[in-house]
Every structure is written in structure tokens, then in C-alpha cells.
């Protein structure tokens, strides 16, 4: 057993909040996730659950879910933005 303060400085987690704060903190992050794409998301989520799939391989998972934003709308209007300076305007398509 390590503490939270040794995992953060070898690097095993990104953050250390106290329990109070954890919850909002959570927040937080999840709304910032969701200012993203949402068929970026969802091409997250897939590869990740795939992990968990006996006789799947995650990284093929991987590989096709990041391969399928490409040419989506949401993948124009982030390249768009990115490129305009402006913030993305996601519709999910």
C-alpha cells in the first residue's frame, strides 16, 4: 500500500483531492468531457469497456473507434475550430 500523495508523485494518479471535494471535483471533469464530441466519446468508451471483453482485442478496438471519427461532421468542426481559434460547436454526427 502507497498513499495518495505517493501515487501522484511516481505518477500512478493525475490528481489527489480531498474526499470532501472529490465528488464536485468529479464534476468538473466530466463536464469538460463533455464539451467534446460526442462520437468522440463514445468511440472512448467502446475502446476502454473493450478491455474488459474476454477474446476482444482492445487495441484492434481501438484502432476502428478512432479510426471512425475521421470524417464525421464532428471531426470538421474540431479541425474548423482548432484552426479558427474558436471553440468546437459539436452536433454528434
Known amino acids: 500500500m502507497i498513499t495518495a500523495d505517493d501515487a501522484y508523485r511516481v505518477g500512478l494518479v493525475n490528481h489527489v483531492v ?3 471535494e472529490l465528488l464536485a471535483f468529479c464534476q468538473g471533469i ?3 468531457i463533455l464539451k467534446n464530441s460526442p462520437v468522440a466519446i463514445s468511440q472512448a468508451i ?6 474488459f471483453k474476454d477474446g476482444v482485442n482492445g487495441y484492434e478496438t ?3 473507434s478512432f479510426g471512425k471519427c475521421f470524417g464525421t461532421e464532428d471531426f ?3 479541425t ?5 481559434k474558436r471553440k ?3 452536433k454528434g454526427n
Do not use: M, S
Open 18 to 20: 480531498p474526499q470532501a
Open 30 to 32: 466530466a463536464e469538460r
Open 46 to 51: 467502446k475502446a476502454v469497456n473493450a478491455n
Open 62 to 64: 481501438e484502432i476502428k
Open 76 to 78: 470538421k468542426e474540431g
Open 80 to 84: 474548423t475550430a482548432f484552426l479558427e
Open 88 to 90: 468546437a460547436d459539436f
